[in-house]
């Protein structure tokens, strides 16, 4: 009978750690169900720098002059074929010279005269032949025969005229034989291969700009060519009408693709900013009280509020909310909550 009962108290023990045990390892099972871990990827937040660019649409312009002469006369020869390209100091027009060649001539003779005379004189007077009053009046007129000389010089050689600077001529807007008056329009010069664009950009960024930021302009014309230049010219002041700052940069042009009065896109660039922290934008996820991120604390995943700032195309600034070096989900936030463990892939990131 002792026997029997020691044998009951034994499978009695037994029955009630196998219930403990039961009950226990359901337990842990039930936990490991309730909180898996999930594999999710993630980055660590680096500082970056960003480059600060302004984007605006803006008008090509040329550098452009009208040939005008200084003396009226009759056009004797054209001297270039209409839409070609000239060089600095090539002629272009000549008029009749006879008129003026001869009032060179004539001048020429006078002040050769009165230079003699005034010599002679100066001689004379040194030996108190001549008055003093002699001598004053052969200076005076041996200097205004001179000048006279000068301007007949002068007149002459602006009967035939120049082209001030390399450019494309467009068509002669006169013919040979033809009278022209003193600043009658004879032809356009125009410097296609320097161009200047000129446009706004918003008063906020008048702090950041100054002269020689580099500028590189796009057009339909041209889809998969730039253009590249420097800021030449900042106004003074603000548009009155917008409150804009109006500006132009010069562009090279030496294959004289671009054409004056083109609509072109401007990208003004800043120079970069300090460092600031960039997360790839997949990482955001929209809260009730604004956009946050899930980061990676002990290996468990926690929702953080975050206030960002620039956008990028596949990155976005975070302004506060994240330091440098946290990791953050970039992948699987769907699949987390607060509190829940994490396995992590760290993604490569070009810094």
């Known amino acids: ?23 226990i390892n359901h337990s842990v099972k039930a936990a490991k169900i309730e909180n898996p871990s999930v594999w999710v ?38 001297l270039f074929q209409d839409g070609v390209e000239v060089k600095a ?11 003026y060649q001869s009032k060179y001539e004539l001048a020429q003779a006078k002040f050769s005269y009165s230079k003699n005379k005034y010599e002679r004189i100066k001689i004379l007077s040194t030996k108190g032949i001549v008055s ?15 000048a006279d000389a000068d301007e007949s010089r002068v007149m002459l050689s602006k009967i035939k005229l120049t082209a001030p600077f390399d450019g494309i001529l467009s068509r002669s807007k006169v013919n040979i034989g033809e009278f022209v008056t003193i600043g009658q329009s004879l032809v356009t010069l125009t410097d296609t291969t320097h161009l200047r664009v000129e446009y706004h950009v918003p008063e906020t960024f008048l702090r950041y700009i100054k002269p020689g930021q580099p500028v590189q ?12 230049g420097k800021v030449a010219y900042i106004a003074p002041t603000l548009n009155s009408d917008n409150r804009s700052l109006s500006l132009y940069a010069e562009i090279e042009n030496p294959k004289h693709e671009l054409l004056s009065g083109m609509f072109v896109n401007v990208e003004h660039s800043l120079g970069n900013s300090e460092h600031i922290l960039l997360i790839p934008a997949r990482s955001l996820v929209p809260g009730l009280e604004g956009e946050q991120v899930f980061k990676i604390v002990d290996r468990k995943a926690q929702p ?14 975070i302004v506060k909310g994240l330091s440098a070096n946290d990791i953050v989900i970039t992948d699987g936030q769907l699949k987390v909550k607060k509190g829940l463990p994490v396995e992590f892939k760290l993604e490569d990131r070009t810094s």
């Open 41 to 78: 990827s993630a980055v660590k937040v680096k500082p970056s720098q960003l480059e600060r660019k302004i984007t605006a649409v803006g008008t090509l312009f040329t550098r452009s002059v009208e040939i005008t002469p200084e003396v009226a006369g009759h056009i004797n020869a054209i």
């Open 217 to 228: 302009i796009t057009t339909p014309a041209f889809p998969n060519k730039k253009f590249f």
């Open 1 to 23: 009978m002792i026997k029997y009962k020691k044998i009951c108290i034994v499978l009695f023990g037994l029955i009630a750690l196998l219930v403990v045990w039961l009950y």
């Open 132 to 146: 003093k009053q002699a001598l004053d009046e052969a200076e005076a007129e041996y200097k205004e025969k001179k």
């Open 89 to 99: 100091e090539m002629p272009l027009f000549k008029f009749e010279d006879a008129i």
């Open 304 to 317: 953080v509020p975050v206030e960002v700032g620039t956008r990028l195309a596949a990155e976005i600034q």
